[in-house]
C-alpha cells in the first residue's frame, strides 16, 4: 500500500512505467475532501456509540473503508456530574466550551455533543463557541416529522425529561411531547446512571424501560424518543413496543450527511 501515499500519480520505478494500478487504486478508493468532526463527549457509552456509528457508516457516503476525519475531547465524567447535581449549567457550559476550543485546534469545522442532558448548557456554549453546532434534538425532532410522528414518548435522565430540551424543538413541527411519571423518571435515571454509564447492561432494566414505553404507547404515543445516548444500547425497534427514534445514531447520521456534503 506504500504506493498509494501519492493517489493518481504513476510509480514508474515499481511498475515499469505502467499507470493501470495506481488508476484503478483511484476509482476504487476516491480522495473525498469530507468535514472534521469534533465530539464534545461526556459519558464514555454514549460518546463510543456515537463515534462507532459515524466511522462504521461514513462508506455509505464516502466509499469503502472510508470515514471523516473525527476528532473527541472529553473533561472527566466526575466534572459534568458534580455540575448537574448542583444545578449549574454555567459550569456544564464551561466544561463543553474548553472542549469545544480544544476541538477546533485540533482541525474540527464543526461539533456535536451525544449527551442529551448537557444540551440544556448550550445556550451558555453557542454565543462563544468557536465552531458551529449540530444540535441532537432538532435532529431528532426532524426526523420525527419526517417519518409523520404526532405525539412522542420522551426517555432519559430526570434532569432531561424534566426539560424543555425535545418538547421545544418537537413543538416546533407541531409534535407533542409525553414525558416520565414522576416514579419513572426516578427508576430511569437510576438505570441510566448506575447501569448504562457504566457499562452494565441488566435485563431488568430492559424491561423497566419497556414498560414505561409500553405505558407511553397507551396514551397514544406512536413513537418514542430515546433520549439519552445510552438507551440504544439496551432498546431498539427490535424490542421496543413503539418505534425508536435513536438520539445517538439520528446524531451521529446527521454529522456524517453534514460532513460529507
Known amino acids: 500500500m506504500a504506493s498509494l501515499a501519492v493517489l493518481g500519480q504513476p510509480d514508474t520505478q515499481r511498475h515499469n512505467g505502467s499507470v493501470a494500478w495506481t488508476a484503478v487504486a483511484v476509482r476504487r478508493y476516491p480522495r473525498v475532501m469530507a468535514l472534521h468532526i469534533g465530539i464534545v463527549a461526556c ?3 454514549g460518546a463510543a456509540l456515537c463515534y462507532r456509528t459515524i466511522c462504521a457508516e461514513g ?5 469503502a473503508h472510508a470515514h471523516p476525519e473525527v476528532s473527541m475531547h472529553t473533561h472527566s465524567f466526575g466534572d459534568y456530574v458534580a455540575c448537574l447535581d448542583r444545578g449549574d449549567w454555567e459550569g456544564v457550559g464551561a466544561l463543553m466550551l474548553s472542549s469545544a476550543t480544544k476541538l477546533a485546534q485540533a482541525g474540527a469545522d464543526f461539533l456535536i455533543c451525544p449527551d442529551n442532558t ?3 448548557a448550550l445556550p451558555h456554549v453557542a454565543p462563544r463557541s468557536p465552531r458551529p453546532w449540530l444540535h441532537i434534538a432538532e435532529v431528532v425532532a426532524e426526523a420525527a416529522a419526517a417519518r409523520g410522528y404526532r405525539q412522542v414518548g420522551l426517555t432519559g435522565t430526570r434532569w432531561l425529561v424534566e426539560s424543555d430540551v425535545y418538547p421545544e424543538k418537537l ?3 407541531g409534535i407533542a411531547c409525553v414525558r416520565p411519571t414522576a416514579a419513572e423518571r426516578d427508576e430511569t435515571s ?7 454509564v457504566r457499562g452494565v447492561f441488566a435485563p431488568s432494566g ?5 414498560r414505561v414505553i409500553e405505558r407511553m404507547r397507551g396514551e397514544g404515543c406512536d413513537a418514542v424518543v430515546l433520549g439519552c445516548t445510552e438507551i440504544p444500547l439496551i432498546i431498539s425497534d427490535a424490542n ?11 446524531l451521529a447520521r446527521a454529522a456524517l450527511e453534514r460532513a460529507a456534503r
Not at 190 to 196: H, P
Not at 240 to 250: E, G, I, V
Open 43 to 45: 459519558s464514555a457509552e
Open 59 to 63: 462508506a455509505g457516503l464516502l466509499g
Open 118 to 120: 448537557i444540551h440544556q
Open 171 to 173: 413543538a416546533r413541527r
Open 190 to 196: 437510576r438505570i441510566i446512571m448506575e447501569e448504562l
Open 206 to 210: 430492559v424491561a423497566y424501560f419497556q
Open 240 to 250: 421496543s413496543p413503539l418505534p425508536t427514534l435513536d438520539s445517538t445514531r439520528l
